[in-house]
Nanobody, 126 residues
Framework: QVQLVESGGGLVQAGGSLRLSCTASGRTFSSYAMGWFRQAPGKEREFVAVISWSGSNIYYLDPVKGRFTISRDNAKNTVYLQMNSLRSEDTAVYYC???????????????????WGQGTQVTVSS
């Protein structure tokens, strides 16, 4: 069993930065790849980024490539999402999630994730 708690969301102006954190409880954190998803009002939840347990496999949604960076610290049971050059279209609730899938396109599919956090709101004002 893994419990996930996100933090770091907030209100920021366009062009600004935020760093999201997701801390996991449970002894099996390092067995899971960790992903970030987001859901804007009236839209479906979409994949943002994922990192395998070793950090060797990292994937991003195309619109965030070059602006967002995912990383993890297995000693702290924490995964991060550094978000730079934020845009109004990045406004959403951001969720972290855990999946046993460590490579391939399956890492971007929400159905492959076993555990989810409660979400943290990110609002970018233009």
């Amino acid at each position: 069993q893994v419990q996930l708690v996100e933090s770091g969301g907030g209100l920021v102006q366009a062009g600004g930065s935020l760093r999201l954190s997701c801390t996991a409880s449970g002894r099996t954190f390092s067995s899971y790849a960790m992903g970030w998803f987001r859901q804007a009002p009236g839209k479906e939840r979409e994949f943002v980024a994922v990192i395998s347990w070793s950090g060797s496999n990292i994937y991003y949604l195309d619109p965030v490539k070059g602006r967002f960076t995912i990383s993890r610290d297995n000693a702290k049971n924490t995964v991060y999402l550094q978000m730079n050059s934020l845009r109004s279209e990045d406004t959403a609730v951001y969720y972290c999630a855990a999946t046993p899938i460590q490579a391939g396109f399956g890492m971007a599919a929400a159905l492959g994730y076993d555990y989810w956090g409660q979400g943290t709101q990110v609002t970018v004002s233009s």
